[in-house]
């Protein structure tokens, strides 16, 4: 198996809405499973696969990743964007979006091929997608919240403290045993996301625990699919084809509970442009995703996290003027630091 399959898991945001970048990693040995399900087609009947050269595809993703964030902190932000503080909802059509679209692909494109090796039952569909859809929703509302009261910057460094929570719940379950190397990626992690939170101008009590919240539903889902999808083969588009729809159904009914009829009276302030091309960003994403499991190594993958990570809170700051704090740089370089550690020695 190759290195850029290895660690594209941890190299994908999870801040992208929506986040479908399900390639399983296997949390005892940090490797990619990919056991198929149905015996393969002969090779005479498969269409040429697409390739996109790591020195594109890389960037693209990189800017799909960055666009959509800063997208969606325009849209909810209430004095540099368009005052539409209403995440359910945004995270609602972006899924309606992605499930209608993925689809479309299934029908005319050979993107969503690996749905038809994995044979999707109606027991195993509500025993593994429905609860994965669950943590799936929670995640994607709970970290939305929190772009509502804090910077973007800000939520970038907390969200470095994922590898940590999964290695934690991992811990817990005994899917893997601590040892000396995972403790101290434990310890960097942990110590700069600390000083991140120490050193912010701006602290929102809300928004930090919809945030850490978030992680932990996060962290959850992720050690959920190696519990309950040991085995499948699901790139981020396959995921998304199975996951989007019971999100979206999930989202739709919390929009009445936590949002009401507020949203569909705001929709003059966003538009239909702006919709749809929010939604086609975020889907964008894990089509660019989909490309760049096949490309570059993982460190190479790794160091373009690292660098997408900087670009986005440069671009935030500039982008909303918000403030970072020295020792938040500091911090944050700390917890690069661990990721990079973590992601290259395959979380072991």
């Known amino acids: 198996m190759s290195q850029s399959n290895k660690d594209v898991e941890a190299s994908i945001p999870l801040t992208s809405m929506p986040r479908a970048s399900d390639v399983e990693r296997d949390l005892t040995h940090g490797e990619h499973i990919e056991v198929k399900i149905s015996e393969p087609r002969a090779p005479s009947n498969q269409p040429k696969k697409i390739v996109i050269p790591a020195i594109i595809i890389i960037p693209i993703w990189m800017a799909c990743s960055i666009s959509v964030i800063l997208y969606n902190k325009y849209i909810f932000d209430r004095f540099d964007g368009l005052n539409f503080p209403y995440p359910v909802f945004l995270t609602t059509w972006h899924l309606i979006f992605s499930a209608i679209s993925t689809r479309i692909l299934q029908r005319t494109t050979t993107l969503v091929d690996g749905a038809k090796d994995?044979?999707?039952?109606?027991?195993?569909?509500?025993?593994?997608?429905?609860?994965?859809?669950?943590?799936?929703?929670?995640?994607?509302?709970?970290?939305n919240y929190a772009y509502l009261s804090l910077s973007v910057s800000f939520i970038q460094m907390l969200k470095a403290f994922v590898p940590v929570a999964i290695l934690l719940i991992s811990f817990a379950f005994r899917i893997q045993e601590p040892n000396k190397r995972l403790m101290a990626i434990v310890l960097m992690i942990s110590t700069?996301?600390?000083?991140?939170?120490?050193?912010?101008?701006?602290?929102?009590?809300?928004?930090?625990?919809?945030?850490?919240?978030a992680i932990i539903f996060e962290a959850s889902r992720l050690v959920m699919i190696q519990i309950l999808l040991h085995g499948m083969k699901m790139d981020p588009i396959v995921s998304l084809h199975y996951y989007a729809p019971v999100c979206a159904v999930i989202n739709f009914v919390l929009i009445f509970a936590f949002e009401g009829l507020d949203p569909f009276y705001a929709l003059h302030r966003v538009g239909?442009?702006?919709l749809f091309t929010n939604a086609g960003v975020a889907f964008a994403l894990n089509v660019a995703a989909v490309f760049l499991i096949s490309v570059g190594s993982g460190l190479i993958l790794t160091l373009a996290g690292v660098l997408k990570d900087i670009l986005l809170i440069t671009g935030s700051?500039?982008?909303f003027g918000s403030p970072i704090a020295a020792i938040q740089v500091f911090g944050y370089a700390i917890s690069l630091g661990g990721l990079v550690?973590?992601?290259?020695?395959?979380?072991k």
Request: proline share 2%; net charge neutral; glycine share 12%.
């Open 118 to 143: 994995i044979d999707m039952t109606r027991d195993r569909w509500m025993r593994s997608i429905l609860p994965i859809g669950v943590l799936f929703s929670g995640s994607l509302i709970l970290s």
């Open 317 to 319: 700051v500039i982008a």
């Open 192 to 213: 700069g996301c600390a000083l991140a939170a120490y050193g912010e101008v701006h602290f929102e009590m809300f928004g930090f625990i919809c945030q850490c919240a």
């Open 341 to 347: 550690i973590f992601k290259t020695t395959g979380g």
């Open 272 to 274: 239909l442009l702006v």
